[in-house]
């Protein structure tokens, strides 16, 4: 006997440390990890399963609070079937999978190893687990982002085809025109008509080219409205007059019921106008001729409504909600002899909300009529009104450092604020935030708590510290929304506390400088 006699045999200790090391680690590792004992019925279905062990970041991970010795059914009885499925093949099986799947009745996406662990017959299955929901989250919103941007290019494509088309139609008959002027025996009545094709199409010309430029400046957020109180009779009336042409070339039967209780209105009477008539014209222009159009006015508490119906080739409801959107024509069903680019009703939209009232379309369906309805807020000043529009123009471009040891998190993130026109910086730990904050001098931190090095709240009072950091904003990004670890953060420093998984409309109100969002 020598050595190790007063201790432990060597295989033992090999075993009791290896043992120590493994529940150290367990006990440490950000994953959560727990040992199921899976249950099967008589014909050998999984049933349920009850938790045998777990570690400490398993509550975090999961939100299931004393676990321990209970069944999954009784803690969350909306579980998926898929997870009982998938653990009992394991546990039968003995093959280890690794999968990520939605657990919706923890509210949560897992990144999952699983694999069988003692003897067969036991039905133990460890599982090594992540919440993976703010990565998903991230790319749910990117993947729609892209899809938008996908559908719009499609889009923008078509609209450019019809433009060429559009500007491509006058130019006929100007070459004749200039054509016919040429000639010297052209008798003073075809003068007086070849003037009136020029003046006829250069006018359809500049209607285009200023809806071109209207879109642009809207978009641009360039457009500025000159708002003064005008009566609503007059800005219809020159609205009625731009498109009495047209209905009268259709023979529409027109009616105009306008609710005496509107008087002086606050509007640019300009653009108001312009709205007024874009509509009328697209009632003129999808319904048949000898159509009814009707254009009433109501006043509300503190609103007026603006609609405009006519008994025309309706839209169909999968139609309706892209109506508004730049670029979008009801492709079959509408008659296209009419022309257009698709984009009379995004300007309707743009120039209703710089006035900040609202636009919504209804019809029952193709060949149903359809309703256009204007809703004016209560009137402002002009003052406001300007100061509203250089607000939209404002959305400036921030330098925003993230920092988060979970790369995937943090890249993500930084994909989504680069994607939203920021300029951004990432790193995976506290120290190398401080550095890249020092360097970069962000207009915004946002940082996770629980991180290498440095965790965020040392991270945060290092800022604050610094000379350049005067308007930093500092948003702290945990797993826990309860009020003890928003004190500390606040504590820390922050002036923002966002609840992982960071939603995007969260971070991008922050960003947009919205200081309501939490
Ligand atoms: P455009 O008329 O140049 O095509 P708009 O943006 O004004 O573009 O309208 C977009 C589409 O909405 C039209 O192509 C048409 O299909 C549909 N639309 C607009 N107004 C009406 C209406 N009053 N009745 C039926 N369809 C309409």
Same mark, same amino acid.
């Given at each position: 006997?020598?050595?190790?006699?007063?201790?432990?045999?060597?295989?033992?200790?090999?075993?009791?440390?290896?043992?120590?090391?493994?529940?150290?680690?367990?006990?440490?590792?950000?994953?959560?990890?727990?040992?199921?004992?899976?249950l099967?019925?008589?014909a050998?279905?999984?049933?349920?399963?009850?938790?045998?062990?777990?570690?400490?970041?398993?509550?975090?991970?999961?939100?299931?609070?004393?676990a321990?010795?209970?069944?999954?059914?009784?803690?969350?009885?909306?579980?998926?079937?898929?997870?009982?499925?998938?653990?009992g093949?394991?546990a039968?099986?003995?093959?280890a999978?690794?999968?990520?799947?939605?657990?919706?009745?923890?509210g949560?996406?897992y990144?999952?190893?699983?694999?069988?662990?003692?003897?067969?017959?036991?039905?133990?299955?460890?599982?090594?687990?992540?919440?993976?929901?703010?990565?998903?989250?991230?790319?749910?919103?990117?993947?729609?982002?892209?899809?938008?941007?996908?559908?719009?290019?499609?889009?923008?494509?078509?609209?450019?085809?019809?433009?060429?088309?559009?500007?491509?139609?006058?130019?006929?008959?100007?070459?004749?025109?200039?054509?016919?002027?040429?000639?010297?025996?052209?008798?003073?009545?075809?003068?007086?008509?070849?003037?009136?094709?020029?003046r006829?199409?250069?006018?359809?010309?500049?209607?285009?080219?200023?809806?071109?430029?209207?879109?642009?400046?809207?978009?641009?957020?360039?457009?500025?409205?000159?708002?003064?109180?005008?009566p609503?009779?007059?800005?219809?009336?020159?609205?009625?007059?731009?498109?009495?042409?047209?209905?009268?070339?259709?023979?529409?039967?027109?009616?105009?019921?306008?609710?005496?209780?509107?008087?002086?209105?606050?509007v640019?009477?300009?653009?108001?106008?312009?709205?007024?008539?874009?509509?009328?014209?697209?009632?003129?222009?999808?319904?048949?001729?000898?159509?009814?159009?009707?254009?009433?006015?109501?006043?509300?508490?503190?609103?007026?409504?603006?609609?405009?119906?006519?008994?025309?080739?309706?839209?169909?409801?999968?139609?309706?909600?892209?109506?508004?959107?730049?670029?979008?024509?009801?492709a079959?069903?509408?008659?296209r002899?009419?022309?257009?680019?698709?984009?009379?009703?995004?300007?309707?939209?743009?120039?209703?909300?710089?006035?900040?009232?609202?636009?919504?379309a209804?019809?029952?369906?193709a060949?149903?009529?359809?309703?256009?309805?204007? @809703?004016?807020? =209560?009137?402002?000043?002009?003052?406001?009104? /300007? %100061?509203? $529009?250089?607000?939209?123009? &404002?959305?400036? #471009? +921030?330098?925003?450092?993230?920092?988060?040891?979970n790369?995937?998190?943090?890249?993500?993130?930084?994909?989504?604020?680069?994607?939203l026109?920021?300029?951004?910086?990432?790193?995976?730990?506290?120290?190398?935030?401080?550095?890249?904050a020092?360097?970069?001098?962000?207009?915004?931190?946002?940082?996770?708590?629980?991180?290498?090095?440095?965790?965020?709240?040392?991270?945060?009072?290092?800022? @604050?510290?610094? =000379?350049?950091?005067?308007?930093?904003?500092? /948003? %702290?990004a $945990?797993?826990?929304?309860? &009020?003890?670890? #928003? +004190?500390?953060?606040?504590?820390?420093?922050?002036?923002?506390?966002?609840?992982?998984?960071?939603?995007?409309?969260?971070?991008?109100?922050?960003?947009?400088?919205?200081?309501?969002?939490?």
């Amino acid at each position: 006997m020598e050595a190790y006699g007063a201790v432990a045999p060597p295989r033992e200790l090999d075993r009791w440390e290896s043992d120590a090391k493994y529940r150290t680690l367990f006990d440490s590792i950000d994953e959560g990890f727990c040992v199921i004992k899976v249950l099967f019925d008589a014909a050998g279905t999984p049933v349920d399963y009850v938790f045998l062990e777990t570690n400490p970041s398993f509550e975090r991970q999961t939100g299931l609070v004393a676990a321990l010795g209970r069944s999954m059914r009784a803690l969350a009885p909306a579980h998926e079937e898929h997870w009982f499925r998938t653990y009992g093949d394991i546990a039968t099986t003995g093959e280890a999978i690794r999968f990520d799947a939605p657990a919706q009745a923890l509210g949560r996406w897992y990144d999952v190893y699983a694999f069988r662990v003692g003897e067969p017959s036991q039905h133990l299955v460890a599982i090594l687990f992540n919440d993976i929901s703010q990565r998903k989250a991230l790319e749910q919103a990117l993947e729609s982002r892209n899809a938008r941007l996908r559908e719009a290019d499609v889009r923008k494509d078509r609209f450019l085809a019809t433009l060429a088309h559009e500007l491509r139609n006058p130019l006929a008959p100007l070459m004749i025109a200039a054509e016919l002027l040429g000639r010297d025996n052209l008798s003073a009545r075809q003068l007086g008509q070849t003037r009136d094709v020029i003046r006829r199409q250069v006018g359809h010309m500049s209607r285009l080219l200023d809806d071109l430029l209207d879109v642009a400046r809207i978009t641009q957020g360039k457009l500025v409205l000159r708002k003064q109180g005008v009566p609503l009779t007059e800005v219809i009336d020159s609205a009625m007059e731009a498109v009495r042409p047209l209905m009268e070339r259709k023979q529409h039967a027109v009616a105009v019921h306008l609710d005496p209780a509107i008087g002086i209105v606050d509007v640019d009477p300009v653009r108001f106008s312009q709205v007024v008539a874009n509509l009328l014209t697209n009632a003129a222009k999808y319904t048949d001729p000898g159509g009814r159009i009707v254009l009433r006015t109501r006043a509300e508490p503190e609103a007026f409504v603006l609609e405009i119906e006519d008994n025309g080739i309706g839209i169909r409801g999968d139609a309706l909600p892209d109506l508004f959107v730049m670029f979008s024509q009801v492709a079959d069903g509408a008659d296209r002899t009419e022309g257009g680019l698709g984009i009379g009703l995004s300007i309707v939209k743009g120039l209703v909300e710089l006035h900040g009232g609202s636009v919504q379309a209804e019809s029952a369906g193709a060949a149903e009529g359809s309703t256009f309805r204007v @809703r004016m807020p =209560p009137s402002r000043t002009r003052e406001m009104a /300007v %100061a509203n $529009t250089v607000a939209r123009q &404002a959305v400036a #471009r +921030r330098r925003v450092l993230v920092a988060d040891d979970n790369r995937d998190a943090a890249d993500t993130i930084g994909m989504l604020i680069g994607d939203l026109g920021h300029e951004v910086r990432v790193v995976y730990d506290g120290q190398a935030a401080v550095s890249a904050a020092r360097i970069f001098h962000p207009d915004m931190a946002l940082l996770d708590i629980g991180m290498p090095k440095m965790d965020g709240c040392m991270v945060a009072r290092a800022l @604050r510290e610094e =000379p350049w950091a005067g308007s930093l904003l500092l /948003v %702290a990004a $945990t797993g826990w929304g309860d &009020a003890e670890s #928003r +004190r500390k953060v606040f504590a820390a420093g922050f002036d923002e506390h966002l609840t992982k998984p960071v939603s995007p409309d969260d971070l991008e109100r922050l960003l947009e400088g919205d200081r309501s969002a939490r």
